[in-house]
């Protein structure tokens, strides 16, 4: 802590820490593998740096948290967040448009090459604009000058050369570096834009307006995809136009005319399910869609836990948390956005597919034959109900929004007249159900009295000898 602190307060970060292994890993399920974005590049550092970087970081992310300086859509890279809290206040919003008989859309942008398109400049007046402290500011010019890379492809190293720009991705800063470089795209884009929103997980980006038509929804999403962009030129950054999408939300269906034109490019309104930071969204939010790819991701994590456990082979305790860990977190992954309660109309599918799924990892976990009484089976294996679970994960939910600091739009979700505002709210009311535990007859109190007897009579008899 000594050596952080004192690099810290010098603004010094030695030379020696400056050298990155970059180690390039090709990145799976992708078509071509001769194309560079089909690969990505880890930065091996120094472990001692990363201690005082990890120091750094804390330090700006605590700053930024106390005085508010990141934009409240902006959800990656800071405490007590998850991917899963933008798209509920996406969903929020939404369905507020809904009330008022208003459509929305979406607009999801993703930054290109994150992290090696940073100019320390640009940053270093960021940090500065949003009252950073100095030496911290100093600390950070000092980590982003002459620093070298050596680029490693099939174990073979090559040599050390110069890099200008770019964060290291394996440095514990380079996340709360880029939002904090990133955050002042929003405030552009919304004084150009009036009732634009914005939502952020640390490279992806998604602006969300709302009108009487998807006409009006579309001229709103050009007009944000245009501050954008011009935004993007004078800091250095560049979008992604391959992953660039749009959605249209009504409650009807419907095929929208509209079209959004960003970069020179159309882009229609999905008319399929569409995958942002993990959630499959509809243009009716129902969800259908991304419980199914859950469904399949959740059996494909089970074949492949079946056939460690014939290999190597693993222990009851460690079995169940394996299963609890890879399969329930991959197949139930989102669910608190889209469920109902037990015995719902809408959900109650779902909650039996889920149960099936528990029913077949209990029987991998324990071993026992497909004939074994599922109650039997439940208590022996250790896992939970499929509608506990989910009920849990939504009551949790709810508890850490309502954790996030007071303004924070997330934290509204909780108590909204929307949908998923009252699904939390009950979540949270919820006390029709409750776990209940099986305790064993008390066994017969042991006879302590005549053991310490015995033990003194002992003792004498050995002082006697």
């Known amino acids: 802590m000594q050596l952080a602190r004192a690099c810290i307060r010098l603004g010094y970060h030695p030379k020696l820490w400056k050298m990155a292994k970059r180690v390039v890993i090709p990145k799976p399920g992708k078509p071509d593998y001769s194309k560079v974005s089909a690969y990505r590049v880890i930065s091996l550092l120094d472990v001692i740096s990363k201690l005082v970087d990890r120091t750094a970081a804390h330090l700006i992310a605590d700053h930024l948290e106390r005085k508010h300086g990141l934009h409240d859509g902006q959800y990656g890279c800071r405490k007590w967040r998850s ?92 996340p709360i570096f880029f939002v904090t470089y990133l955050s002042g795209i929003f405030d552009e884009v919304k004084e150009a834009v009036p009732g634009i929103r914005g939502l952020s997980f640390v490279d992806d980006i998604s602006w969300w307006a709302e009108g009487r038509d998807d006409e009006v929804v579309a001229a709103n999403l050009v007009a944000a995809a245009t501050a954008a962009i011009n935004w993007a030129v004078e800091n250095g950054v560049a979008f992604d136009h391959s992953k660039t999408e749009a959605i249209l939300f009504h409650r009807n269906r419907s095929t929208p005319s509209a079209t959004v034109k960003v970069g020179g490019e159309s882009v229609p309104f999905s008319k399929e399910a569409m995958r942002w930071l993990g959630v499959w969204l509809d243009s009716q939010l129902t969800l259908k869609g991304h419980h199914a790819v859950r469904m399949k991701e959740g059996r494909k994590a089970k074949a492949r836990l079946h056939r460690l456990t014939r290999q190597i082979g693993l222990s009851l305790a460690n079995c169940r948390k394996v299963v609890t860990a890879c399969i329930q977190s991959a197949a139930m992954f989102g669910s608190e956005l ?65 954790s996030l600091p007071q303004g924070e739009q997330a934290r509204e979700v909780v108590g909204a007249p929307t949908i998923i505002g009252r699904r939390l709210t009950n979540a949270l009311a919820h006390s029709r159900r409750a776990e209940s535990t099986v305790l064993l007859e008390e066994p017969d109190a042991l006879d302590a009295d005549i053991f310490q007897q015995e033990e003194v009579a002992a003792k004498a008899e050995a002082g006697r000898n």
């Open 83 to 174: 991917c899963v809290d933008p798209v509920a206040v996406l969903m929020n919003r939404t369905q507020q448009a809904w009330k008022e008989k208003r459509v929305s859309g979406a607009l999801f942008m993703d930054v290109k090459s994150a992290f090696n398109n940073i100019s320390k400049v640009h940053l270093g007046k960021r940090m500065e604009a949003l009252g950073v402290e100095p030496d911290l500011i100093r600390w950070t010019g000092s980590f982003m000058s002459d620093r070298q890379m050596k680029l490693v492809l099939d174990s073979k190293v090559g040599e050390a050369k110069p890099v200008d720009t770019s964060i290291p991705q394996g440095s514990p800063a380079a």
């Open 338 to 402: 889209w469920w109902k309660g037990d015995h719902v109309t809408g959900t109650k599918g779902r909650a039996e597919e889920l149960q099936l799924l528990v029913n077949q990892e209990a029987r991998a976990t324990t071993g026992c034959f497909r004939t074994t009484s599922l109650g039997a089976l439940s208590m022996e294996s250790g896992l939970r109900a499929a509608t506990t679970q989910l009920e849990n994960r939504q009551r949790w939910f709810g508890l850490l929004l309502l």
